[in-house]
């Protein structure tokens, strides 16, 4: 018989057990609570940031790429390296060993920053790898290292005007880099798609290589080459010279940096006439077989308008536009309506406003407040308003192409993205100013851009350059350019080389006009991009039916003459 | 009638333990495993982007250019580029691929085919294309 407890003393040991009960309750718990806590999930490590390391912009960048993929702009990992002074056992010390490794770092400097408290200081951004392990092996304590992004353009020189730079934050400060800015930064883990330009690095090569050693040659100040894609308007290649590296943006100089084809405008002269023909024979007023009287200068109030290659005489449209004759030009002008429908042209032509481009160096064009009839004669051999080159390529890729105005892009156009915009001039101006462009390198003033095998058209141009800070034209300086458009019988790229200030040599007899400069290096560029391309050999055919239009015999002023006696007559006196 | 169960649900008990706890152990591992993966993956795609890079330096055109004239290799040319009936004889291979029946003196039927000529003459290409923008 077990004696049972007392009635009092039962009430204590139930009561005890209770307390035990609810500890030994808790105790598990509490154990449980921790398994789950621990099974629930890992434990993110403190990451290293900086004071205000949120509002840091993101380095985080897609990469660019040409439109076959080829890399030209991408981010990679390097290491910066970073100090907490407070956990520093000698300030100073650390300053003076590391500015002993690191190039480019002043003790001095380092040491006011690490006494300027806080607790976070750079001390280098973007370390090479032998810095790295020169820090590691100094074996300081307080110094770490950051991981970070830096931004690098692997193909130097040979892109820059297009891609732009970036700052140590890697933020687009220039090109495209800085135009889509938005659509760059940012990303998910893996980065953002890469951002595709409609640039081909293997015709920009060829471009960049030719207008280097034309450049060169002329000994120019500057130079600028674009090749537009003329169906989708796309720019397949854009050299400015001098260029500078991306890499290294701050060694270059502002003349480096600016882009010429876009953000500098020019007075481009004879250029224009591609504008003028196209103008005059759109209104209906003119057609290739008129005549106009270029025997002596055009007088204009107290202007007095010339020719270059002067030939006194009657000349055909064709004779006008291929020995670019100024009195010509300026009366088929008034012939097609003057400055009215001058004006109406060049803004249908988007030459009066200011282009739209992804990079940010863009110029309006300058174009003058009034309009008389002298602004409107020398307009039409392009002196007067001044236009980037970018804008005037446009211009030619609509009236020597189907005659629409599409604005032109720096990036890749999708295979299926309609290409639409207003119709400037009819196919069949496109179709004669093409003839007259074909001309022009068969027998005008653009012999010199000829490639065998390929029928190309072009139209020269040397302008006087206008003196800086005065009213009027230096008579020194000149801007020599040509613009071509290739194959002439089912254009596909057009083609503008421009030097700024060439200077001619012995073997141009002292020339630097367009037709002795520039032409050369259209003809590089034509006759390496254009197998590279697959614009096949010309049909004979094709030179056949461009030929047979010479045949013609035009009828003025009770006068006949055979276009092609024309030309032979004139090729004798010239 | 209790009692009976006891050791049974015991045994239920050590095996669910035994087996939330293996489960658990695996998931912290798989979890060590994941991170240690993203970290390699991340490792390497900045390895890829380094090499992209460092592949898209070492083919630029300097370089190119300065290998090619080693190799003496020459630009694309119009001139090279033909169009297969541009080539000489051509219409010999164009015969060829023709079989020919004929009957010989001795009644025996054959079957011949023409001979492609080996050589082609490249006569076709103008001369002097080749020297275009060589001179600088």
């Known amino acids: 018989m077990v004696s049972r407890p007392a009635a009092g003393a039962n009430a204590l040991t139930t009561a005890r057990l209770r307390v035990l009960a609810l500890c030994f309750v808790l105790a598990f718990v509490s154990i449980g609570i921790r398994l789950v806590d621990m099974v629930g999930g890992g434990h993110a490590e403190a990451a290293l940031v900086p004071p205000g390391g949120d509002d840091a912009p993101d380095p985080r960048r897609a990469d660019i790429t040409d439109r076959n993929g080829a890399l030209l702009a991408t981010n990679i990992a390097t290491l910066s390296v970073v100090g907490d002074p407070v956990r520093m056992n000698d300030p100073d010390a650390v300053a003076t060993a590391l500015a002993r490794v690191l190039h480019g770092v002043d003790a001095t400097e380092l040491k006011t920053r690490f006494a300027r408290g806080g607790r976070f200081a750079w001390i280098k951004r973007q370390i090479s790898p032998v810095e790295q392990a020169a820090v590691l092996d100094l074996g300081l304590p307080g110094v770490e290292f950051r991981l970070g992004e830096r931004r690098v353009y692997p193909r130097g020189n040979e892109v820059s005007h297009v891609l732009g730079f970036v700052d140590i934050d890697n933020q687009g400060l220039a090109g495209i880099e800085y135009g889509l800015q938005d659509a760059l930064v940012g990303g998910s883990e893996l980065g953002k798609p890469p951002v595709r330009l409609s640039i081909d690095l293997r015709i920009q090569r060829i471009v960049h290589a030719a207008t280097s050693a034309g450049l060169r040659r002329f000994r120019a100040d500057g130079a600028c080459t674009i090749v537009l894609d003329m169906a989708t308007r796309e720019v397949v290649a854009l050299v400015s010279l001098p260029d500078f590296d991306p890499n290294r943006p701050e060694r270059a100089s502002p003349e480096q940096r600016r882009n010429r084809c876009t953000s500098s405008v020019y007075e481009l002269g004879s250029l224009f006439k591609v504008v003028s023909a196209g103008m005059a024979l759109e209104s209906g007023a003119v057609s290739v077989h008129d005549r106009f009287d270029a025997s002596e200068p055009l007088q204009i109030g107290r202007y007095r308008v010339r020719d270059y290659h002067g030939h006194n005489r009657w000349l055909t449209v064709p004779e006008v536009f291929a020995f670019s004759s100024n009195i010509g030009t300026a009366r088929m002008t008034f012939a097609a309506g003057g400055e009215e429908k001058q004006r109406a042209f060049l803004k249908a032509l988007g030459l009066l406003d200011r282009p739209v481009l992804e990079i940010p160096e863009t110029t309006a064009p300058l174009v003058p407040e009034r309009w008389p009839d002298i602004v409107t004669a020398t307009v039409s051999y392009g002196h007067g308003v001044a236009v980037s080159p970018l804008q005037f390529i446009e211009a030619v890729a609509t009236l020597a192409g189907d005659g629409r105005r599409v604005p032109a892009t720096l990036l890749e156009r999708p295979a299926d993205a309609a290409i639409d915009g207003p119709t400037v001039v009819s196919a069949a101006t496109a179709r004669d100013v093409r003839w007259l462009m074909w001309l022009t390198v068969d027998r005008g003033t653009a012999t010199q851009a000829a490639v065998p095998g390929y029928l190309i058209g072009g139209k020269t141009g040397t302008a006087d350059k206008p003196t800086a800070g005065r009213r009027g034209y230096d008579g020194q300086a000149v801007l020599s350019s040509l613009v071509g458009v290739f194959p002439i019988d089912a254009p596909r790229f057009a083609v503008l080389t421009m030097l700024d200030e060439p200077k001619g040599d012995a073997k141009t007899y002292g020339y630097r006009t367009g037709g002795w400069t520039a032409a050369p290096v259209v003809a590089r560029i034509v006759a390496e991009a254009g197998p590279l391309l697959g614009v096949p050999r010309a049909a004979p055919e094709s030179e056949a039916a461009l030929r047979d239009r010479l045949q013609v015999t035009p009828v003025m002023n009770g006068r006949t003459r055979r276009m092609e006696d024309g030309f032979a007559a004139a090729s004798l006196t010239r | ?136």
């Open chain 2, 1 to 136: 009638m209790i009692q009976r169960y006891v050791p049974v649900l015991l045994v239920l008990i050590l095996v669910a333990a035994t087996g939330l706890f293996r489960v658990k152990y695996a998931v912290v591992s798989a979890e060590g495993e994941i991170v240690r993966i993203e970290r390699e993956i991340e490792a390497e795609r900045w390895r890829l982007k380094t090499l992209e890079a460092d592949w898209a330096y070492l083919v630029r055109a300097d370089r190119l250019t300065a290998q090619a004239r080693a190799l003496d290799m020459q630009p694309l040319r119009l001139s090279r580029v033909v169009r297969a009936e541009q080539i000489g004889n051509y219409r010999n291979l164009e015969l060829a691929r023709e079989a020919r029946s004929a009957l010989l003196p001795d009644g025996e039927a054959i079957e011949f085919r023409v001979k492609p000529v080996a050589t082609f003459d490249l006569g076709v290409l103008e001369s002097g294309a080749d020297q275009l923008g060589a001179e600088w």
